[in-house]
């Protein structure tokens, strides 16, 4: 599980990203918001993959 949360994880942290900037671009604050939260779940995500990959 650990190589597919690691994956997952970058993904969700390019899409957080993304939404991080096209909110910015359009001025919508939500957005932004929302990309923040994503990256942030999507580095907890990788983290817990690498962890889990450590034994």
Same mark, same amino acid.
């Given at each position: 599980?650990?190589?597919?949360?690691?994956?997952?994880?970058?993904?969700?942290?390019?899409?957080g990203?993304?939404?991080?900037?096209?909110?910015?671009?359009?001025?919508?604050?939500?957005? #932004?918001?929302?990309? /923040?939260?994503? /990256?942030?779940?999507?580095?907890? #995500?990788?983290?817990?993959g690498?962890?889990?990959?450590? /034994?």
């Amino acid at each position: 599980m650990g190589r597919e949360d690691v994956a997952a994880g970058k993904a969700k942290q390019l899409k957080g990203k993304a939404n991080d900037v096209i909110g910015a671009v359009k001025g919508d604050s939500g957005q #932004q918001l929302k990309g /923040k939260i994503q /990256k942030g779940v999507g580095k907890v #995500q990788e983290a817990m993959g690498k962890g889990s990959t450590k /034994k």
